[in-house]
Nanobody
Framework: VQLQASGGGLVQAGDSLGLSCIASGRTFSTSTMGWFRQAPGKEREFVAAVGSSGGVTYYADSVKGRFTISRDNANTNRMYLQMNSLTPEDTAVYYC????????????????????WGQGTLVTVSS
């Protein structure tokens, strides 16, 4: 099983950036998928998650209203994160994750709920 995250890069504050995650090796059609990030010197933190149908989404307060998570309905192993109005505080390595089977918000925001992880993609936002 592999998760491949892509789309990171260097942008300026206020810019937008889109991340993609493609999972292979098994289907995650019934699993929650999510994005986490880890800034230098900080712990990994929850960013956003999307339910198996793609219709239900969850966000950290720090990104709510700026980031949009989505899932490809035709291929539920594909997930995206559209990031708008980026700030230097969004600088981090972003990881996609899959394999969470949760019925509560508290479960979805925990990194140990996810069984599979991508390698991470670096997002750097300059001021």
């Amino acid at each position: 099983v592999q998760l491949q995250a892509s789309g990171g890069g260097l942008v300026q504050a206020g810019d937008s950036l889109g991340l993609s995650c493609i999972a292979s090796g098994r289907t995650f059609s019934t699993s929650t998928m999510g994005w986490f990030r880890q800034a230098p010197g900080k712990e990994r933190e929850f960013v956003a998650a999307v339910g198996s149908s793609g219709g239900v989404t969850y966000y950290a307060d720090s990104v709510k209203g700026r980031f949009t998570i989505s899932r490809d309905n035709a291929n539920t192993n594909r997930m995206y994160l559209q990031m708008n109005s980026l700030t230097p505080e969004d600088t981090a390595v972003y990881y996609c994750a899959a394999g969470a089977y949760c019925s509560t918000y508290g479960c979805r925001i925990r990194s140990d709920s996810y069984g599979y992880w991508g390698q991470g993609t670096l997002v750097t936002v300059s001021s």
